[in-house]
């Protein structure tokens, strides 16, 4: 309560009052007491829940009405290098194709962690990432995306490469402990292989330079097979494949209608 009390910039004892006043006006206990401190109460965290609903609700009317006088309104999009071709390429010309007046601003983020922190800390309104994501997180899913192994010209490998191929291969890999990192150990844990790591960073340029150099093989997606095949690399499939799905994501919270907008434009193009 002092801690709140201080980031609303009043005495302790007025937050007290305060909140004493609008249990007495609802009728019901908002905080009980535990130890030292004070816990939410069940109804207390269903007003919360209500009382953010009905302040989005008030924004979004504010925003239409900024809208209204400003001649340009702007969508932040968090993505990553892996993904953003495809989101510039084709969702943000067929938006843009239906609503001129908004400006698209495209936050980059290193990876998966990068767009979910995005999206937690309100510096984007929407992402488009990979699955899974945390729970806290609406997904909209959009489609199934190829990964491919990305390899230095002159491997002795066949297409598509059988996965028992990657047991002892030099391969570039996301940093220790990130959402791919994870998911990659978990892939190579279900075929039994044993990669050997020659580099772990989230940099992506890093792992391109490592390709480039002869030094190592990368795991990525289909859609960046172009990009590497113009740096002269070479691209395979995997066998089995193995595909991710790649979707929208956003905060448990109403939506502006620019992003709704975004969102039925997006989840059109798929269906289409």
């Known amino acids: 309560m002092t801690d709140a009390a201080r980031s609303l910039y009043i005495a302790q004892p007025a937050l007290s009052r305060a909140i004493r006043d609008l249990e007495r006006e609802l009728g019901m206990t908002l905080f009980a007491r535990s130890g030292r401190g004070v816990v939410v109460t069940a109804q207390g965290r269903r007003v919360v829940k209500l009382a953010r609903e009905a302040l989005d609700a008030v924004h979004e009317i504010e925003g239409l009405a900024n809208q209204s006088t400003a001649t340009e309104a702007e969508l932040r999009i968090a993505a990553t290098p892996s993904l953003e071709p495809g989101l510039a390429g084709r969702l943000l010309p067929a938006y843009a194709a239906e609503h001129p007046g908004v400006r698209v601003h495209i936050v980059r983020c290193d990876g998966r962690d990068g767009v979910v922190s995005a999206i937690r800390d309100q510096r984007a309104d929407l992402g488009l990432t990979d699955l899974p994501v945390p729970t806290d997180l609406i997904t909209h899913p959009l489609e199934r995306q190829e990964i491919v192994l990305i390899s230095p010209p002159g491997l002795e490998l066949p297409n598509p ?27 190579f844990g279900k075929y039994a292989v044993t990669p050997v790591v020659v580099l772990e960073t989230d940099e992506r340029n890093g792992w391109l330079n490592a390709v480039r150099a002869g030094q190592a093989s990368l795991l990525w997606y289909r859609g960046m097979a172009e990009q590497a095949g113009r740096a002269g690399l070479v691209v395979r499939s995997l066998e089995p494949a193995v595909r991710r799905v790649i979707a929208v994501v956003h905060a448990r919270r109403r939506l502006p209608l620019i992003a709704q907008d975004f969102l039925a434009t997006a989840e059109k193009g798929t269906a289409a």
């Not at 028992?164 to 940093?175: D, E, Q, V």
């Open 161 to 187: 490469v059988p996965m028992g191929k990657l047991h002892g291969m030099r391969l570039a890999l996301p940093a220790r402990g990130s959402m791919r990192r994870r998911d990659l150990d978990a892939m």
